[in-house]
Nanobody, 122 residues
Framework: QVQLVESGGGSVQAGGSLKLSCAAS????????MGWFRQAPGKEREGVAG??TGRDTTVYADSVKGRFTISQAYLQMNNLQPGDTGMYYC?????????????????????WGQGTQVTVSS
C-alpha cells in the first residue's frame, strides 16, 4: 500500500524559504514520477512541479520557475511570495517509465498525501 506524507509547511514572510518533504512508502520500483500541487482558498488545485526520478527530468509551473526546486523527496521553495500561500500536496504516479515526461496534470497521479499548509505574509 503506497502512502505519501508531507511535512515542512509553515508560515514565513515574503522572500523567505521553506523545504517541503514527501515521505513515501510502499513503492516497489526505484524510479518514480512525483509531483507537487497546491491549492489556495477558493481556487482549484494546480501543479507546481513534477519529476521523473529515473532521469531527473523536471517540469515547473511558470509561476515558480527559478524559485522552486523539486527532487525525489523534497520541494525547495525560495523567495516565497503571498501568492504561494496554499495547501501543498505530494503526488505519485502508479507507473513511471524511463521516458515518462514529468507532469503537472492531476490525472497523471494516483497517490496523494494529505497536504501541508504554507502561508506567506507580505
Amino acid at each position: 500500500q503506497v502512502q505519501l506524507v508531507e511535512s515542512g509547511g509553515g508560515s514565513v514572510q515574503a522572500g523567505g524559504s521553506l523545504k517541503l518533504s514527501c515521505a513515501a512508502s510502499g513503492f516497489t520500483a526505484r524510479r518514480q514520477c512525483m509531483g507537487w500541487f497546491r491549492q489556495a482558498p477558493g481556487k482549484e488545485r494546480e501543479g507546481v512541479a513534477g519529476i521523473n526520478t529515473g532521469r531527473d527530468t523536471t517540469v515547473y509551473a511558470d509561476s515558480v520557475k527559478g524559485r522552486f526546486t523539486i527532487s525525489q523527496a523534497y520541494l525547495q521553495m525560495n523567495n516565497l511570495q503571498p501568492g504561494d500561500t496554499g495547501m501543498y500536496y505530494c503526488a505519485a504516479a502508479s507507473i513511471c517509465w524511463t521516458d515518462s515526461r514529468p507532469s503537472l496534470a492531476e490525472y497523471d497521479y494516483v497517490y496523494w498525501g494529505q497536504g501541508t499548509q504554507v502561508t506567506v505574509s507580505s
